[in-house]
């Protein structure tokens, strides 16, 4: 039997190589733009971060709403199957918040890049001028103006100072 040492000195093609981090990701991204664009593909890239947000915050609306309403209402469910139901929908929303939480982190390291160029950007706009939220009243994503900030409670309008560890993140 091999250990995946045995497979590295071999060279062993069927080893996983590790997945490259989020600031190597972001990093090879940037440098991948030309300089003059780098303000709004940073910006655009921090809006999209957070559209993942907004994917996960609406899907863990429903299925919560799943869980409470739905569940119940499954004709000829046994009631050990519908528990089962139950636990691996709180097993799932788990998975979610944990996909929500290490989003906002990729934002926050936008955020500081993005920072970084701010004095290279000055007044100007950014192209992109809307992002996409989820409104929890609705239940239903929503696309906001950027140029508004308050239109969504919790859609970051400030992208250069973008803390997740802040209690209004």
Do not use: C, K
């Not at 091999?2 to 990701?25: E, F, H, K, M």
């Not at 863990?60 to 119940?72: V, Y």
């Not at 934002?107 to 989820?134: C, K, T």
């Amino acid at each position: 039997m091999s250990t995946p040492d045995d497979r590295s000195d071999r060279g062993d093609r069927n080893a996983a190589a590790p997945a490259p981090s989020l600031v190597d990701s972001v990093r090879a991204f940037v440098d991948g733009v030309p300089e003059a664009e780098r303000p709004d593909a940073l910006h655009e890239l921090f809006y999209g971060f957070y559209a993942r947000v907004a994917i996960a915050d609406q899907t863990t609306h429903r299925l919560a709403q799943w869980a409470r309403q739905e569940i119940g209402e499954i004709a000829d469910l046994p009631p050990s199957l519908a528990e089962a139901l139950r636990d691996n929908a709180l097993h799932v929303g788990r998975e979610l918040f944990a996909t929500r939480i290490r989003t906002m982190s990729a934002m926050g390291y936008v955020s500081a890049q993005l920072s970084e160029l701010r004095d290279s950007i000055g007044d100007r706009p950014f192209a992109l001028q809307r992002a996409v939220a989820f409104d929890e009243d609705s239940g239903e994503m929503r696309s906001y103006d950027l140029s508004r900030p308050g239109e969504h409670p919790d859609l970051p309008y400030d992208p250069f100072s973008y803390d997740p560890q802040a209690e209004d993140a």
